[in-house]
Structure formats: C-alpha cells, structure tokens
C-alpha cells in the first residue's frame, strides 16, 4: 500500500484556501499512485483555532467544508482532520476529529482520544474526548487512526504517562496493521528528533508500520515544522518530509522504495528555519509584505533584520537607525555597514534633539530629582514612536528585537525597544543569538564581525554596557532555562550549577517582577521547550519567589 503524507501550510479560518490546498495535493497524491492520502490534524480549519471553536458559524462552516471536500476529492481516499459538534447530551459541544472520505461519502469519523492540557495546548477547554478508537479497512488491510496527542501516551517510550488510556495499544490489540497520526506539532528545539525516537519505538515495540504527517507553518506564536515521516514495523525509516516547508512524500508499507527528503542539519539551522518560516507567515498571513527593524549596532538588531531580509527579501526590509547622545560612531558605523551587505533600505533618524526637548519639557516635574532610569528609557521610547510612526506611515510591521534573556529578567523598556507587531527572538537566550548570528555568517561576513566582538550595550548613558546591571550571560542564561524551562527551585540551581544563591535569587526576583512587562510584549515565536507567552501562565501580582 502507498499512502501520501500530505504536509500542507493553512491558515485559520481560511476555510476556502485550506480546501484548496487539500484539493492540489490529494491531487498530487493520486499522481504519485498513492492508495490513500492523509492531511494534518485540523486541515479545514487550520491550527490553533483557539475560542474560534466557541463560535457555532465557525463550527457548522468546518463541517460544510468537510462534505464539499467528500465531493470534489478525486480518486483516492483521503484522511483529514477537521472540527465539528461533538454530538454529546453533556460535556463540550465540539470535537477534534479526522475524517475518511472517499466517493462523497465518510467512511470514518474519529474523535481524538487524549486531549492535550500542557504549554501551549489547552484542548480540554475546548473539546469533548472520544471514547471509541478509530478503526477502518482499506484494500483488506485494518488501519488505525489517531490523532497527534493519542500516539504520546506509549509506556515504552515515556517514564510517567499522563493518560489512563493508550489508544495505540487499543488499536494494536483490535488487529490494526498499520497505524496513521494526523499531527498539528508546534516546533521547539530537540522535538524533530524526539518525535523521530518515540515514533520508531511505537513501530517496533507495536510490530507495524506507523505513519505521521504534521501541519506545517507559522501561526500567531507558533511554527509548526512539518518533518512528517513514516517507519516500517522493524523502525526503518521509510518516508521523511522536509522541515519547515510544503511537501508530499509517500510511504510504501511494503519497504521496497523510501522517500526520504533532506533535514535539518543541526539544532541551529532548525532554529534559524523556524524564525524564517515564523516571521514569514505571520507577517503574510496578518496581510503585511514589509518591515521596520530598529538598527542599533547590536547583535540582536542585527540577526533581526538578517532574518527579516532572509524571510521577506530584502527589498521589504526597512532599517532605522535611530543615534542618541551616548550612541557610539562605531554603533551607526555598523548599522549602515549591515544595511549595505543586506542590500536593504537604510535611514538615520537622530534623536539627540528630541531628547533634549523632552528633558526641557519635563524639567519642571523633575525639579530636585536626579537623572536615573527614567531618562534612558525616554530614549528607548522616542525611537519607538519614531518606528510605529513610520509603520503607520509605511504600512509596514515593526519587529521588535529584544531577547529572551533581556526579557526574562526586564532589561527592557515597556512601548521603547518592546514596541513592534512582532518579537523574531524573543524565545532565544543571548547566548543562542550569537550562536544563530555565527550560523548566519557560515558563508560570509553578513553581519559585520565587531557586531559579534563588542561588549553588548543599550547605549542610554556614556560608557554603559549590559553587565554593569546583569550577569555574564553565559551564567545568566543557565539559570534562566533552569527557571522557565526546568522550574527549578533557587537553592537546587545553586547546587546543580556550583552558582552563588544570592545570585540566583536575584535573577529570580527579577524574572518575578517583570512579569507585567512580558504580558504586555509583542507575540513571540516559540522555539524553546518553555516560552514566555501562550505556554507560560503566571500571575503578575504575587510575591513567590522559589
């Protein structure tokens, strides 16, 4: 049996251009002589739909959509996922399903199992579980059907399950022979290899052939890479979809031809293709073709517009330099000398004189008090009004460039260096930004090498630089992940890292106190196992600190 593993890129609530794209590719699928075609989880949709659910029109439109497709397939079977009423007397009035469809007619309607309640995923908001498996025959052979969440549950695999139910095993024990997962998997780094290691498992600890195919695209926070593959009962791999991009590849149960496609090389590349296709798709698909980058000098600025000219092309990239009265020559040297090897448009807007008509302004509500924090941040603020003007102005979005490090501990200013439509590295620690802008220069000198060499500084008062107030960020970084993505207590990093506590609990109050600054940032794109946004769910007045 050939199946086609359909790895296609919708956008929620573009009901209209989602069937579309089914159409092409089942297509695609019936010219590859496949038997059976399957596509994502929610593919009628898109995903997340979020309180999208919540809305009947959105629900009935979903199931419409679902009996236009039954009729405009052509010749070949197909799984797809959708949305519709859960047809429950009690309990959540929808359900996650997948549909088989052939011939106008639904040959099966499954409801996903195990709903996901973790980071990001909140289904049990929103759906009532199904209770029966998904079972169905083709060509007299018995094939299971699931649903991302139903195969991450396998005893085997993971040392504490989190369900009381295995719908693989249930499948396995009903005689299917081969098993199929329709997956909407958001991207984080190590995930592409340890999806790769639990589906192999389920294939030889199951005895049969297990094939995955996942969304592809960004969505709001969320990039889903896609990387659908499919593995012989003995865990060979037969069939690999491309990362972060379209494809179709099909997965002959019987062994005898693979189609393997090329993956990432390493852990940074993937990331750096995660940002590309995030910034890419949310950009496109929130109706924006260019961008604002304010260009400091710096290295986050400048991996920032690297990414944006790599993503949009360079012709819609828009960088401002914006120099102050502690701005350093070299700093506007190297924005411009940036912009020129990007190709992309560059403008000086100095604010020196802006800034002095500020202080002149404000000096008598400031009479008898010292200069302090509040004068660096109207800094950072006037250069924001001047990218959010020239974003009205222009029509184009401005990308915010701070990163996760700066963010994680306040190191950054609130309608300043936070204003933007969109944060490209708000999810990567310092530390993983100079890693990302050294893979950025693997060619050549992109971004200019003392971008990488100088002391990193916000240039808000003379000689300043970011460790007069934080940690080196090689210790700063440790502890962060420690915190947001391992939740470690203080004196347990302490001991693990050999790291002063006073430290630690320093870095953790102030991780605690900027907590109303993070929920007032632009959306992030998610590339770590823990985020700051959607996934991460902490009050902003408390007083624990841990």
């Known amino acids: 049996m050939k199946i086609a593993l359909a790895q296609i890129n919708t956008t929620v609530g573009d009901f209209e251009g989602n069937v579309a794209k089914i159409l092409q590719y089942a297509r695609m699928a019936l010219d590859r002589k496949a ?7 929610m593919a009628v949709c898109g995903y997340p739909p979020r309180d999208l659910v919540e809305r009947q029109d959105f629900i009935e439109r979903s199931e419409a959509e679902l009996s236009r497709l039954s009729h405009l397939l052509p010749e070949v079977p197909a799984l797809i996922g959708y949305v519709r009423a859960s047809r429950a007397q009690t309990g959540k009035g929808v359900s996650n399903a997948a549909a088989i469809v052939y011939r106008g007619k639904v040959l099966l309607d499954y409801v996903k199992i195990l709903l996901p309640f973790y980071d990001v995923f909140d289904e049990s908001r929103y759906f009532e579980p199904g209770s029966a498996i998904g079972i169905f025959d083709l060509e007299g052979v018995r094939i299971g059907v699931t649903i991302c969440e139903d195969i991450w549950n396998d005893k085997n695999f993971w040392r504490k399950r989190l369900y009381s139910r295995d719908p693989v095993e249930e499948i396995k024990q009903a005689g ?33 052939p297990v094939a995955y195919v996942n969304h592809v695209g960004g969505n709001d926070q969320l990039v889903l890479d896609g990387s659908s593959m499919a593995f012989a009962s003995g865990g060979t791999l037969i069939a690999r979809a491309r990362s972060f991009e379209e ?61 944006a000219a790599d993503a949009l092309g360079p012709q819609n990239v828009h960088a401002i330099a914006m120099p102050g009265p502690f701005s350093s020559s070299d700093s506007l040297t190297d924005a411009e000398e940036l912009a020129k090897r990007l190709t992309i448009d560059f403008r000086v807007i100095p604010i020196s004189s802006i800034y002095e008509n500020y202080l002149q302004t404000l000096a008598p509500s400031f009479k008898g008090r010292t200069a302090d924090v509040t004068e660096e941040n109207i800094q950072a603020r006037i250069r924001g009004n001047i990218l959010m003007a020239l974003s009205n102005k222009l029509g184009a979005m401005v990308l915010s460039t701070g990163n996760k490090s700066e ?56 000689n ?37 506590l006073s430290l630690v609990e320093d870095v953790m109050r102030r991780v605690t106190r900027a907590e109303y600054k993070r929920q007032q940032a632009a959306p992030a794109l998610k590339v770590t196992a823990k985020a700051f946004g959607m996934g991460r769910r902490y009050p902003i007045a408390q007083k624990f600190i841990g």
């Open 247 to 307: 494809d179709l590849v099909v997965f002959d149960t019987s062994g005898t031809t693979a189609d393997i496609h090329e993956a990432p090389a390493s852990e940074i590349e993937a990331v750096y293709t995660a940002l590309l296709l995030g910034t890419r798709d949310y950009m496109r698909k929130c109706g924006f073709k260019e961008a604002i980058v304010g260009l400091s000098g710096g290295i986050d600025s400048a991996v920032v517009s690297t990414l």
């Open 407 to 462: 963010l994680a501990v306040g190191y950054c200013t609130l309608y300043g260096d936070m204003a933007g439509g969109l944060s490209v590295i708000a999810d990567l620690p310092k530390t993983t930004v100079y890693e990302l802008a050294r893979f950025l220069n693997r060619e050549k000198d992109r971004i200019p090498r003392s971008c990488l060499e100088k002391s990193p500084s916000a240039e808000l008062r003379a």
């Open 35 to 41: 038997d059976l075609v399957i596509f994502p989880e």
């Open 176 to 208: 299917a022979k081969i098993l199929l997962n329709i997956a909407s998997s958001p991207y984080n780094m190590e995930k592409i290899q340890l999806r790769y290691d639990m589906l192999r498992t389920i294939a030889v600890e199951q005895k049969m």
């Open 464 to 500: 300043q630089t970011d460790q007069d107030t934080l940690p080196p960020y090689e210790t700063l970084d440790v502890i962060l992940k420690s915190i947001i993505e391992e939740r470690l207590c203080a004196k347990d990093i302490a001991a693990k890292y050999k790291i002063d």
